[in-house]
C-alpha cells in the first residue's frame, strides 16, 4: 500500500512562491512516475506537473516556466516549486504516483489572492 501526503500549502499573495512536498511511504517511489495534479472548484483535475524515475519533467503549458518539478529518492519526496503564483493557480493540489496504478494523496489547499 502506497501512502503519499502533502504539505506546503497555504495563502499567498500574487506574484510570490510556494513550496509543496509530498512524501510517499512504500518501496516503489524511486520506480514511479511522481507528478502533482490540481482541481479549483467547478472545474475537472488537472495535470499540473509529471517527473518520470528517470528525472525527466513534463510541464503543463499555463505552468511553464513558473512551476519546478523535482525528487528525491533518498527521502522518498516530490517538491513542487511554484513561483510567480496567480490567482487562477489557487486549487486543490494533489500529488500522485504512477506505478502500475495511481496513487493519490489527500491533496492541499493553494490560494493566490489578487
Known amino acids: 500500500q502506497v501512502q503519499l501526503v502533502e504539505s506546503g500549502g497555504g495563502l499567498v499573495q500574487s506574484g510570490g512562491s510556494l513550496r509543496l512536498s509530498c512524501a510517499a511511504s512504500g518501496s516503489i517511489f524511486s520506480s514511479s512516475t511522481m507528478g502533482w495534479f490540481r482541481q479549483a472548484p467547478g472545474k475537472q483535475r488537472e495535470l499540473v506537473a509529471t517527473i518520470t524515475s528517470g528525472g525527466y519533467t513534463n510541464f503543463a503549458a499555463s505552468v511553464k516556466g513558473r512551476f519546478t518539478i523535482s525528487r528525491d529518492n533518498a527521502k522518498n519526496t516530490v517538491y513542487l516549486q511554484m513561483n510567480s503564483l496567480k490567482p487562477e493557480d489557487t486549487a486543490v493540489y494533489f500529488c500522485?504516483?504512477?506505478?502500475?496504478?495511481?496513487?493519490w494523496g489527500q491533496g492541499t489547499q493553494v490560494t493566490v489572492s489578487a
Open positions: 500522485s504516483a504512477r506505478h502500475l496504478v495511481m496513487y
